[in-house]
């Protein structure tokens, strides 16, 4: 069992930055791999970016790539999304995900979720 807490989240305006954080639990954090997905009001939940459980590759949605970087430390069980140039389109609930050794960018493939933390961004 995996429990993932994110953090971070906020208002912010546009053109702006913020860094959401996920703590996971368990001994077994550097197995998985870990992404972020997002959920606007009336939308699906989408795929946003994802790392590999050593660190060594990243994916990311088209809509995020060149804004976003994801990254993870494996000694503090934590993921990190840092989004820079924010726009209003990026205001979401955003999930941290875990899944046991394979890269997902699927919310189907996803074997754990957090609560989300809201990213409100003003145009």
């Known amino acids: 069992q995996v429990q993932l807490v994110e953090s971070g989240g906020g208002l912010v305006q546009a053109g702006g930055s913020l860094r959401l954080s996920c703590a996971a639990s368990?001994?077994?954090?550097?197995?998985?791999?870990m992404g972020w997905f997002r959920q606007a009001p009336g939308k699906e939940r989408e795929f946003v970016a994802v790392?590999?459980?050593?660190?060594?590759?990243?994916y990311y949605a088209d809509s995020v790539k060149g804004r976003f970087t994801i990254s993870r430390d494996n000694a503090k069980n934590t993921v990190y999304l840092q989004m820079n140039s924010l726009k209003a389109e990026d205001t979401a609930l955003y999930y941290c995900?875990?899944?046991?050794?394979?890269?997902?960018?699927?919310?189907?493939?996803?074997?754990?979720w957090g609560q989300g933390t809201q990213v409100t961004v003003s145009s």
């Open positions: 790392i590999s459980a050593s660190g060594d590759s990243t």
């Open positions: 368990g001994r077994t954090f550097s197995t998985y791999a």
């Open positions: 995900a875990a899944k046991w050794i394979v890269v997902v960018t699927t919310t189907t493939g996803v074997d754990y």
